[in-house]
């Protein structure tokens, strides 16, 4: 988030569903994954990553693997053909038989001001639609922001 703006996430409805199917996959533990994007004022999602969930108790939590968002840090790295650039813009997770809102565990683990989370509910009927969120800078709560597709 340039300048402390509170952008909006443009996902579509392919990322949506792949966010989704993922948590509903991995029901009853969290999924996770990263998300690769371009923009500032409206961060476009042009990538949806998924990787492990590498937390010790999965059904609680959600960690992914240092070395995965290393590679895909050093992948993203550098301007495209077209000459934008793309990044890794957040993350997102789901909280089986929770809410799609972040947790005290999340907000606790959100140091970085610049990205952007997506949280999923599941059960055993399935997930539930993405909301997404920031955490500005010296902020002590997360802000819900506009997901548009």
């Known amino acids: 988030m340039k300048h402390g703006l509170k ?36 961060v476009t999602v042009t990538e949806v990553v998924p990787t492990a969930n590498t937390a010790d108790d999965p059904r609680r939590a959600f960690a992914i693997d240092p070395q995965e968002q290393f590679n895909l840090l050093r992948a993203t790295r550098g301007p495209l053909e077209n000459g934008k650039s793309r990044r890794v813009v957040g993350h997102y997770h789901s909280h089986p038989d929770g809410s799609a809102a972040p947790s005290r565990h999340d907000l606790a683990m959100a140091y970085d001001p610049e990205a952007l989370w997506v949280v999923v509910a599941t059960s ?9 969120f920031c955490r500005p800078e010296g902020a002590d709560t997360f802000v819900e922001i506009e997901l548009i597709a």
């Open 7 to 42: 952008p909006q996430l443009q996902l579509s409805p392919r990322h949506r569903a792949a966010i989704q199917d993922a948590a509903a996959a991995a029901y009853p533990n969290e999924c996770c994954g990263l998300l690769v994007g371009e923009g500032d004022e409206v």
């Open 124 to 132: 055993r009927e399935g997930a539930s639609p993405p909301r997404a």
